[in-house]
Nanobody
Framework: QVQLVESGGGLVQAGGSLRLSCAAS????????MGWFRQAPGKDREFVAT????????HYEASVQGRFTISRDNAKNTVFLQMDSLKPEDTAVYYC?????????????????WGQGTQVTVSS
C-alpha cells in the first residue's frame, strides 16, 4: 500500500507560480511511476504530467508543456509539480498518483494509488 498526500495548492493570479508536492508513504517509492492529474468542475479527470521511477524521463500534456515541470526526490519519497505562467484554465483539483509498473503513462486507469487532491485556483 502507498499513501499519497498532496500539498501546495492555493489561489494565485494569472501569470503566477505554484509548487505542488506529493509525499508518499512506503519504502518502495523509487520503484513507482508517478503522475499528476487534474479535474476541473464538470470535467473529466485529465493527465498533466508523469515521471519515470528513476526520474530520467518525463512526459507532459500539451497545454502545460513548457510551463509545468515534474520532478521527484526518491530519498524524500516526494514528487513535485512546479507550475509557472499559470492561466485561469489551469484551475482544478490536482491529484498525484502512483503506478507500480512502468513505463510512464498518461492513462489514469493504469495508476494504482491516488492522493486526495489539492485545489489550485488561478484568477484572471
Amino acid at each position: 500500500q502507498v499513501q499519497l498526500v498532496e500539498s501546495g495548492g492555493g489561489l494565485v493570479q494569472a501569470g503566477g507560480s505554484l509548487r505542488l508536492s506529493c509525499a508518499a508513504s512506503g519504502r518502495t517509492f523509487s520503484m513507482y511511476v508517478m503522475g499528476w492529474f487534474r479535474q476541473a468542475p464538470g470535467k473529466d479527470r485529465e493527465f498533466v504530467a508523469t515521471i519515470s521511477a528513476d526520474g530520467g524521463f518525463c512526459h507532459y500534456e500539451a497545454s502545460v508543456q513548457g510551463r509545468f515541470t515534474i520532478s521527484r526526490d526518491n530519498a524524500k519519497n516526494t514528487v513535485f509539480l512546479q507550475m509557472d505562467s499559470l492561466k485561469p484554465e489551469d484551475t482544478a483539483v490536482y491529484y498525484c498518483a502512483a503506478a507500480n509498473r512502468g513505463p510512464v503513462t498518461a492513462q489514469p486507469t493504469l495508476y494504482d494509488y491516488w492522493g486526495q487532491g489539492t485545489q489550485v485556483t488561478v484568477s484572471s
